[in-house]
């Protein structure tokens, strides 16, 4: 999958651009503040139907503007192209598909398969698990839509339920309804700990395999899933009993305390907890092994290539990491890369499109 153009109007600093794109590697460079990092946002955008720096859309809207628009034509492994555009307004976020309005969002899930790696990633690592289960969450629904759906009844029932529960503090709870909420969100609950469990058995294989190129085995790394259940031909029977167990808990803080959304992902390097331990390089070496163990995923079961967003090339790596990162990219995929300084991409990347990005355009520097 590629991106062979792109059209932003009034997106953050960028009033108007339109640029196409080969293949391959580009390298986009410019001081800070330049909008290195709303161009890649942008093909995020389109990619995934949101922002990776934002849950509030509007955001992206040049200041004092009505609205922001986004284009992206891909073009897939059989050469077929598809425009999708997004425009943003305070009153919403409206995408087409080739000219046609798709009221979903969800229509865009798995169409054009993206992975980026930017400095925010270090949330994964130091921040709070909700960052991680997102991420997680994510991660399996580009794969697999049933999961997404099941992860959706999950929340949906979760909500419910702790409204219930929260009833009971304040007079008007019903038993009735309680019991039929809980028997959806034990099963749709299983099914979500069942297909994390599932993906990180593989993906900790990749991810381990990455880290350790990342560090020129120096040190290893693993990811585990930590919940209260665990893994086996047990967990059915075991995720009802701890349901079951976790009751009168429930009752006391009004929430449900037991099930996936409590969940994490957990991170070691050399056996030891990364989350509290890691140095700064070693974080961001593993926010960076995630991703790439992600694109090794997306790789495997779907058998197409990403394309690969790089913000801010290297942030916190050494020279070593930094170039055992660039080797991990595949060779044959696109791959944006943003650098605040030419020469330092150069040394890196080596061979690539070099585009410098100044008063909101690029352009070409061979
Ligand atoms: N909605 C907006 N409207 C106009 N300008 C905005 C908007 N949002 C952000 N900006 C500005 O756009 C500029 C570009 O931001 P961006 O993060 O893309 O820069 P960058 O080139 O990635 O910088 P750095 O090298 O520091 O990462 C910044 O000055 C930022 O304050
Ligand atoms: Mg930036």
């Known amino acids: 999958m590629n991106l062979v153009s792109l059209r932003l109007r009034r997106f953050r600093n960028i009033d108007a651009l339109d640029q196409e794109f080969g293949p391959a590697r580009h390298v986009i460079y410019g001081p800070n503040a330049y909008g290195k990092t709303s161009v890649l946002e942008a093909i995020h955008l389109l990619a995934l139907g949101r922002s990776h720096r934002t849950t509030r859309d509007t955001e992206v809207i040049q200041y004092g503007a009505g609205g922001a628009y986004v284009c992206g034509r891909f073009q897939d492994e059989n050469q077929a192209v598809s425009e999708i555009e997004i425009a943003i307004t305070p009153a919403g976020k409206r995408l087409r598909i080739n000219h046609t309005v798709v009221p979903r969002l969800s229509a865009l899930l798995g169409k054009v398969l993206l992975v980026i790696l930017t400095p925010d990633d270090l949330k994964l690592v130091r921040g709070a698990p909700s960052h991680r289960r997102r991420w997680l969450d994510a991660a399996i629904s580009t794969l697999d839509v049933t999961y997404l759906k099941r992860l959706q009844e999950y929340q949906h029932v979760l909500k419910q339920r702790n409204v219930v529960l929260r009833g009971r503090h304040l007079g ?195």
């Open 172 to 366: 008007g709870f019903d038993p009735k309804l309680l019991e039929v909420l809980d028997q959806s969100i034990v099963p749709a609950g299983t099914d979500v700990v069942l297909a994390r469990y599932d993906f990180l058995r593989e993906f900790d294989r990749h991810f381990r395999s990455i880290y350790a190129s990342l560090c020129a085995n120096v040190e290893t790394a693993d990811v585990f899933y930590a919940s209260r259940v665990a893994d086996g031909p047990s967990l059915k029977e075991n995720y009802e009993r701890r349901f079951e167990a976790s009751r009168a808990e429930d009752f006391r803080y009004a929430t449900t305390s037991f099930g996936p959304h409590r969940d994490d992902l957990r991170l070691r390097i050399n056996g030891e907890d990364a989350h509290r331990f890691a140095s700064q390089g070693q974080a961001r070496t593993l926010a960076i092994a995630l991703r790439l163990a992600q694109m090794a995923m997306i790789r495997r079961r779907v058998r197409r290539m990403p394309i690969i967003l790089v913000d801010d090339l290297p942030s916190a790596l050494d020279a070593n990491r930094a170039s055992n990162l660039l080797r991990l990219l595949p060779a044959d995929g696109q791959v944006f890369i943003t650098s605040t300084e030419r020469r330092y991409a150069e040394e890196f990347v080596g061979e690539a499109t070099y585009w410098k990005l100044e008063n909101g355009k690029l352009t070409l520097r061979s």
